[in-house]
Nanobody
Framework: VQLQASGGGLVQPGGSLRLSCAAS????????TGWYRQAPGKRRELVAL???????NYADSVKGRFTISRDNAKNTWYLQMNSLKPEDTAVYYC????????WGQGTLVTVSS
């Protein structure tokens, strides 16, 4: 199973980005999927999770600004990030639980003026 994350980039404070993560390979069923992030000098932290039944869970720091969604038919999930702040700057990693746990390669999000 391979996960390919995309959509990162440089954005000004208050701007928006949408991250995508596409899963490929021998996938029978994906359960939870989500996004984590790691800022320089900090530990990786949970950003958002979405279950196969579309239940969601968000870090307090992103509630009301970020929205996670998924397209089960495409084995793809998304993170819509609005009202971005400089403290959102990090490498964002997508993950999936499909029996085992799988991770994407990370995509850099930089929020700066």
């Amino acid at each position: 199973v391979q996960l390919q994350a995309s959509g990162g980039g440089l954005v000004q404070p208050g701007g928006s980005l949408r991250l995508s993560c596409a899963a490929s390979g021998s996938i029978f069923s994906i359960n939870a999927t989500g996004w984590y992030r790691q800022a320089p000098g900090k530990r990786r932290e949970l950003v958002a999770l979405i279950s196969s039944g579309s239940s969601t869970n968000y870090a307090d720091s992103v509630k009301g600004r970020f929205t996670i969604s998924r397209d089960n038919a495409k084995n793809t999930w998304y993170l819509q990030m609005n009202s971005l702040k400089p403290e959102d700057t990090a490498v964002y990693y997508c993950m999936a639980v499909a029996g085992d746990e799988y991770w994407g390669q990370g995509t850099l999000v930089t929020v700066s003026s």
